[in-house]
């Protein structure tokens, strides 16, 4: 397992961009997939986006299809969500995930930061 800390979220206005962090700790950590996460008060934990051990595939939930970007940086140990034009709906705090086979699915990620807060007043 790898230990992972996020980073990089706020408050914001809606419009606006942020971009977090997913630090890891690990000499295996390319080895890993990483999954972005949000859970909204009283919601349950849904997916956000996704990208493969390489950093060659990523796909997203459609809700932030053209507004975030996944991306990594294997010799810094670290992940990226760049979020863009950002909603009220988007508040919820944000967790990374890593696993060698995690896909979508929460119960697929074996290793968890303890998350990031994000808010977007309208």
């Known amino acids: 397992q790898v230990q992972l800390v996020e980073s990089g979220g706020g408050l914001v206005q809606a419009g606006d961009s942020l971009r977090l962090s997913c630090a890891a700790s690990?000499?295996?950590?390319?080895?890993?997939?990483v999954g972005w996460f949000r859970q909204a008060p009283g919601k349950e934990r849904e997916f956000v986006a996704h990208?493969?051990?390489?950093?060659?595939?990523?796909y997203y939930t459609d809700s932030v299809k053209g507004r975030f970007t996944v991306s990594r940086d294997n010799a810094k140990n670290t992940v990226y969500l760049q979020m863009s034009n950002l909603k009220p709906e988007d508040t919820a705090v944000y967790y990374c995930?890593?696993?060698?086979?995690?896909?979508?699915?929460?119960?697929?990620?074996?290793?968890w930061g303890r998350g990031t807060q994000v808010t977007v007043s309208s």
């Open positions: 990208i493969s051990g390489s950093g060659g595939s990523t």
């Open positions: 690990g000499r295996t950590f390319s080895t890993n997939a």
């Open positions: 995930a890593a696993d060698p086979v995690g896909g979508s699915s929460p119960t697929e990620f074996r290793s």
